[in-house]
C-alpha cells in the first residue's frame, strides 16, 4: 500500500541559497555610489558625467545578470558582494579625491567585481591550478587593487608636487613624509604617480581591449555567417590593415587625428580587432556548418538571434584565452605610445611616460645605484603584469584543451 506524502512534509529542499537579496542590495549600492560621484561634475565637464552614468547603469546592469547566471553558492557570493561594499566604505576615506576623477571609481569598482566573480566562479580549478597560474592570479589581484584604490593607498596627489626635482629614493619631503622612491623632473612623488600609472594604464588598456574583442568578434562572426561578398569584403579590409605595421601606423593616424586617451584607444581598437576578427571569423566557420545551426536557420530564427545563441556560446572558451593575450598586446602597445608621447598627456600618470621622463636618470647608476634604477621600476611593473597575464592564459589554454596534468 502506498502513501501519499504531503506537500508539506516533501524533504525536497527549497534552494535560495544564492544570496538574491545581497545582490541586488550590493549592485544598487554600487550603482548609486557611481552615479553620486558623476552627477557632481553635471556643472562642470557635462558629456563626461553623461557618459560615465550611463555606463555605470550598463556595467552595474551586466555584472548582476552575470552574477545571478554563475550560480555562486551563499559564501561565494558573500565574498563578491563583499568586495563592492569594502571599496565604497574605503573609498569614503578618500572622497575628495574620487569624486575629482570619478572614472577611477568607476573603473576601480568593475574590474574589481570582475575579478572576484571570475575567481569565485572557477574556484574549484584555482585551487588545482599549478605554481605559476596561482603566481600570475595574485599578481593580477595586486594589480586590480592598486588600480582600484589609487586614490587612497597613494601618499600624494597625481600631480602634486611634494619636494625638489629628482630627490633620492628615501628623501624628506617639505610636509615632513618620506619619498620611498623619490621624485621626478618636477618634484612629484614616484611612487604615488606609479600607483596611479597602474589604474591609468590597466583600466585603458582593459577598456581598450574590452572594445576591440567588441568590434572584431561581431564582425568575424557576421562574416562567417553571412559569407559571401560580406565575408571577402571585411576579410580584405583587414588583410589590408594587417599589412602594415602596428606602430607606424598607430603614429600616422594620430600625427593626423591628434593625440590623447581616447584617440589612442580607439586608434589601437581598430588595429587590434583584424586579429580578433581573424580568430572569430576561423572558429565561427567551423561553427555554422553544425546541424543544430541549420536547424535554427530551419526554425526561422534571425541571423543576430543564431549569432547570439548558437554560434557565440560555441566559440567563447578560444576568445576568452585571446582576450588575456590580447590585452597583454594592447597593454604593451599603450606604454609604448605613451613613451614616444603620443598616449597619455601630462600631468596623466602612466608606466610607458614615467620611462620616459626618467631616462636620464641611468647616467647617474654608477654614482646612486637607487636613482639609477628609478626608470626601471616602471618598466618591471610592465613585465610583471605581462608574464603574469601569460602565465594565466597558459594555464587555461591547457585546461580548454583537455589534457592531462
Given at each position: 500500500?502506498?502513501?501519499?506524502q504531503s506537500?508539506?512534509?516533501?524533504?525536497?529542499p527549497?534552494v535560495e541559497?544564492?544570496?538574491?537579496?545581497?545582490?541586488q542590495?550590493?549592485?544598487?549600492a554600487?550603482?548609486?555610489?557611481?552615479m553620486?560621484?558623476?552627477?557632481?561634475?553635471i556643472g562642470t565637464?557635462?558629456?563626461?558625467?553623461?557618459g560615465?552614468i550611463?555606463?555605470?547603469?550598463v556595467?552595474?546592469?551586466?555584472i548582476?545578470?552575470?552574477?545571478?547566471?554563475?550560480g555562486?553558492n551563499?559564501m561565494?557570493?558573500?565574498?563578491v558582494a563583499a568586495?563592492?561594499?569594502?571599496?565604497?566604505?574605503?573609498?569614503?576615506?578618500?572622497?575628495?579625491?574620487?569624486m575629482?576623477?570619478p572614472?577611477?571609481?568607476f573603473?576601480?569598482?568593475v574590474?574589481?567585481?570582475?575579478?572576484l566573480?571570475?575567481v569565485?566562479a572557477g574556484?574549484k580549478?584555482v585551487?588545482k591550478?599549478?605554481?605559476?597560474?596561482?603566481?600570475g592570479?595574485?599578481i593580477i589581484?595586486?594589480?586590480i587593487m592598486?588600480s582600484?584604490?589609487?586614490?587612497i593607498?597613494?601618499?600624494?596627489?597625481e600631480a602634486s608636487?611634494?619636494?625638489?626635482?629628482?630627490?633620492p629614493?628615501?628623501s624628506e619631503l617639505k610636509?615632513?613624509g618620506?619619498?620611498?622612491?623619490?621624485?621626478?623632473?618636477?618634484g612629484?612623488?614616484?611612487?604615488?604617480?606609479?600607483?596611479?600609472?597602474?589604474?591609468n594604464?590597466?583600466?585603458?588598456?582593459?577598456?581598450?581591449?574590452?572594445l576591440?574583442?567588441f568590434?572584431?568578434?561581431?564582425?568575424?562572426l557576421m562574416?562567417a555567417?553571412?559569407q559571401?561578398?560580406?565575408?571577402?569584403?571585411?576579410?580584405r579590409v583587414?588583410?589590408?590593415l594587417?599589412?602594415?605595421?602596428q606602430?607606424?601606423?598607430?603614429?600616422?593616424?594620430?600625427t593626423v587625428?591628434?593625440?590623447?586617451?581616447l584617440n589612442m584607444a580607439?586608434v589601437?581598437?581598430?588595429?587590434?580587432s583584424t586579429?580578433?576578427?581573424?580568430?572569430?571569423?576561423?572558429v565561427?566557420l567551423?561553427i555554422?556548418v553544425?546541424d543544430?545551426?541549420?536547424?535554427?536557420k530551419l526554425?526561422?530564427?534571425?541571423?543576430l538571434?543564431?549569432?547570439?545563441r548558437?554560434?557565440?556560446p560555441?566559440a567563447?572558451?578560444?576568445l576568452a584565452a585571446e582576450f588575456?593575450?590580447?590585452?597583454c598586446?594592447?597593454?604593451?602597445?599603450?606604454?609604448s605610445l605613451?613613451f614616444l608621447g603620443?598616449?597619455?598627456?601630462p600631468?596623466?600618470a602612466d608606466?610607458?611616460s614615467?620611462?620616459?621622463?626618467s631616462?636620464n636618470l641611468?647616467?647617474?647608476f654608477t654614482?646612486?645605484?637607487?636613482?639609477?634604477?628609478?626608470p626601471?621600476v616602471p618598466?618591471f611593473c610592465i613585465?610583471?603584469l605581462?608574464?603574469?597575464?601569460?602565465?594565466v592564459v597558459?594555464?587555461f589554454?591547457h585546461?580548454?584543451?583537455?589534457?592531462k596534468e
Amino acid at each position: 500500500m502506498s502513501t501519499v506524502q504531503s506537500p508539506e512534509a516533501d524533504p525536497t529542499p527549497i534552494v535560495e541559497s544564492d544570496g538574491k537579496m545581497l545582490r541586488q542590495v550590493a549592485c544598487f549600492a554600487a550603482l548609486a555610489y557611481l552615479m553620486f560621484l558623476f552627477f557632481s561634475h553635471i556643472g562642470t565637464e557635462l558629456t563626461s558625467a553623461i557618459g560615465g552614468i550611463a555606463c555605470s547603469l550598463v556595467a552595474v546592469l551586466l555584472i548582476y545578470r552575470g552574477w545571478s547566471g554563475l550560480g555562486l553558492n551563499r559564501m561565494r557570493s558573500d565574498i563578491v558582494a563583499a568586495g563592492i561594499f569594502i571599496f565604497i566604505l574605503g573609498s569614503l576615506t578618500a572622497l575628495g579625491r574620487f569624486m575629482e576623477s570619478p572614472w577611477s571609481a568607476f573603473f576601480g569598482l568593475v574590474g574589481l567585481e570582475i575579478f572576484l566573480l571570475a575567481v569565485t566562479a572557477g574556484w574549484k580549478e584555482v585551487r588545482k591550478a599549478p605554481p605559476t597560474a596561482l603566481f600570475g592570479v595574485g599578481i593580477i589581484f595586486i594589480y586590480i587593487m592598486a588600480s582600484c584604490l589609487a586614490s587612497i593607498i597613494a601618499p600624494y596627489g597625481e600631480a602634486s608636487v611634494v619636494g625638489q626635482t629628482y630627490m633620492p629614493w628615501g628623501s624628506e619631503l617639505k610636509d615632513g613624509g618620506i619619498a620611498l622612491l623619490g621624485t621626478d623632473q618636477l618634484g612629484r612623488d614616484t611612487l604615488s604617480r606609479l600607483i596611479y600609472g597602474a589604474r591609468n594604464t590597466v583600466g585603458v588598456a582593459l577598456a581598450t581591449t574590452a572594445l576591440t574583442f567588441f568590434v572584431g568578434t561581431f564582425l568575424g562572426l557576421m562574416a562567417a555567417s553571412l559569407q559571401g561578398i560580406v565575408d571577402q569584403g571585411l576579410s580584405r579590409v583587414v588583410d589590408v590593415l594587417m599589412a602594415i605595421p602596428q606602430l607606424i601606423f598607430a603614429l600616422l593616424i594620430l600625427t593626423v587625428i591628434g593625440d590623447g586617451v581616447l584617440n589612442m584607444a580607439l586608434v589601437i581598437a581598430m588595429l587590434e580587432s583584424t586579429r580578433v576578427f581573424r580568430l572569430a571569423r576561423a572558429v565561427a566557420l567551423n561553427i555554422v556548418v553544425m546541424d543544430y545551426v541549420e536547424a535554427a536557420k530551419l526554425r526561422g530564427e534571425s541571423l543576430l538571434s543564431i549569432i547570439w545563441r548558437e554560434v557565440l556560446p560555441n566559440a567563447t572558451a578560444p576568445l576568452a584565452a585571446e582576450f588575456g593575450l590580447r590585452f597583454c598586446f594592447v597593454f604593451l602597445f599603450i606604454a609604448s605610445l605613451s613613451f614616444l608621447g603620443f598616449g597619455f598627456q601630462p600631468p596623466t600618470a602612466d608606466w610607458g611616460s614615467m620611462v620616459r621622463e626618467s631616462g636620464n636618470l641611468l647616467n647617474f647608476f654608477t654614482m646612486m645605484p637607487s636613482m639609477g634604477i628609478t626608470p626601471l621600476v616602471p618598466a618591471f611593473c610592465i613585465a610583471l603584469l605581462t608574464v603574469a597575464v601569460n602565465f594565466v592564459v597558459d594555464w587555461f589554454l591547457h585546461k580548454m584543451s583537455g589534457l592531462k596534468e
